[in-house]
């Protein structure tokens, strides 16, 4: 079964740092492009961040020079660094895998979400 | 980076056809091919629909459709039933190498 599970999420104070995980079964984190989307409390999906298979990246204006991207091959799992975290991120994350098969920007897989709250 | 702008709500009685627009810009939905629409239940992950437009997923109903005018793509439910109430969310690669999702359009069956 193909799967995908975040974790690292919690109670975090504005200025602080935080690393989300994604651990991915069923399907190989360096042979799919992987992506971040988040959710604030009541809100719409607002897309973060993307880690193509090559290994080039790409954020969001709100969390660009912020957030990183990453992945270990080894352990299957990409991660979300946040750092100088603002109450603005407070959100639920989910990972999601863009199937290449669908042109790479289409999100068939998606995990739970890990939610992130972002206050003093 | 603007979201995509959708209607915040439609709705429509069960058997009936409902029409989500998605509109964009020439740097995003009107210059690729890769518009995607997602369904997300209340509590629940996004679930992909449509890709490329209008093409769907295997084991995605047929009842839902897809379309794209220059800057302005659309979602078309038909025969819409009780399961079709949920959150509908558009998203666009644009020139800039990134993503952006729409505003999201509450579906309500009378």
């Known amino acids: 079964e193909v799967q995908l599970i975040e974790s690292g999420g919690g109670f975090i104070q504005p200025g602080r740092s935080l690393t989300l995980s994604c651990a991915a079964s069923?399907?190989?984190?360096?042979?799919?492009?992987m992506t971040w989307v988040r959710q604030a409390p009541g809100k719409g999906l607002e897309w973060v961040s993307i880690?193509?298979?090559?290994?080039?990246?790409y954020y969001a204006d709100s969390v660009r020079g912020r957030f990183t991207v990453s992945r270990d091959s080894s352990k299957n799992t990409i991660y979300l660094g946040m750092s100088s975290l603002k109450v603005a991120d407070t959100a639920i994350y989910y990972c999601?895998?863009?199937?290449?098969?669908?042109?790479?920007?289409?999100?068939?897989?998606w995990g739970q979400g890990t939610a992130v709250t972002v206050s003093s | 980076q603007s979201a995509l702008a959708q209607p915040a709500s439609v709705s429509g009685s069960p058997g009936q056809s409902v029409t989500i627009s998605c509109t964009g810009t020439?740097?995003?939905?009107?210059?690729?091919?890769?518009v995607s629409w997602y369904q997300q239940h209340p509590g629940k992950a996004p679930k992909l629909i449509l890709y490329?437009?209008?093409n769907r997923p295997s084991g995605v109903s047929n009842r839902f459709s897809g379309a794209k005018s220059v800057n302005t793509a659309s979602l078309v439910i038909s025969g819409l039933q009780p399961e079709d109430e949920a959150d509908y969310y558009c998203?666009?690669?644009?020139?800039?190498?990134?993503?952006?999702f729409g505003t999201g359009t509450r579906v309500i069956v009378l």
């Open positions: 880690l193509y298979s090559e290994g080039s990246t």
């Open positions: 020439g740097s995003d939905v009107g210059r690729y091919k890769f």
């Open positions: 490329d437009v209008s």
């Open positions: 999601a895998r863009g199937s290449i098969e669908m042109g790479g920007t289409a999100f068939d897989i």
């Open positions: 998203s666009s690669y644009t020139t800039t190498s990134t993503l952006l």
């Open positions: 069923g399907l190989r984190v360096n042979s799919n492009y």
